[in-house]
């Protein structure tokens, strides 16, 4: 059971990774234009806060092209970085090439089981189904969370659910009761997992009592 976060603000990823509970941090176009700087730099700060995987989504419209830029990805930051790819037939591709070149790859935008089995085949580090857009869209996130960890559990594949798109604390729980091995969250979504109004009530009470 392991947490990554899902941003791009380095100040945000600063005050989390501090409290030592999170295993790494994905990242994708849209939270990279909102963070409203140099992707580059935005990687290279990241990385300097220690964090030891690091998703970072490559362009391409083919196998060919998100490979190329894979290996660009991966020279300028190594190990740290894992490739993560648009569950297409060209980005199965490239993860199939890449996997069996050694690096860790994160299939995303999955939606379905099969596209979660294409996955596991291709040799994916991580396949992440994303929770919140199914729901958006009226289907069943969760349940779809389920399907693959059973899958993948009873065919002894090797490839990590990490449950994405993730908007509430409950989510987290559910995700993890279901199989998911890993939850990316937003920051808020972290902070509020710690936080609930009978600890804030109770310490309050046990505060007064020490001073007593
Ligand atoms: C996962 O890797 C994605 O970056 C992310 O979870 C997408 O979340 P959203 O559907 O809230 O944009």
């Known amino acids: 059971m392991k947490l990554f976060l899902d941003t791009a603000i380095v100040s945000d990823i600063e005050e989390r ?16 234009r909102k963070s409203g700087r140099d992707p580059w730099k935005v990687y290279t700060d990241i990385i300097e806060l220690g964090v030891e995987d690091l998703s970072i989504e490559v362009n391409g419209e083919s196998s060919k092209e998100l490979i190329e830029n ?31 070149i050694g690096l860790r790859v994160n299939m995303t935008l999955v939606f379905t089981v099969s596209q979660s089995i294409l996955c596991s085949l291709a040799g994916a580090t991580y396949v992440s189904p994303f929770i919140g857009r199914m ?18 559990a009873s065919n002894g594949v090797k490839t990590k ?15 993890f009761g279901v199989g998911a091995d890993i939850c990316t969250i937003p920051p808020k979504v972290f902070d509020d997992m710690a936080s609930h109004v009978l600890t804030d009530k109770g310490l309050e009470q046990f505060n007064r009592d020490f001073l007593a």
């Open 17 to 32: 990774v501090s409290t030592g509970l999170i295993d790494g941090i994905t990242t994708n176009p849209t939270l990279i």
């Open 70 to 100: 894979a290996v660009c990805v991966n020279k300028n930051y190594g190990n740290v970085a894992t490739i993560k790819l648009p569950c297409t037939i060209e980005g199965l591709k490239a993860c199939k090439y890449l996997s069996n």
């Open 135 to 152: 729901d958006d869209n009226s289907l069943d996130g969760i349940k779809l969370i389920n399907d693959i960890s059973n899958i993948y």
């Open 161 to 175: 659910v990490l449950a994405a798109s993730v908007r509430d604390v409950q989510s987290v729980g559910v995700a």
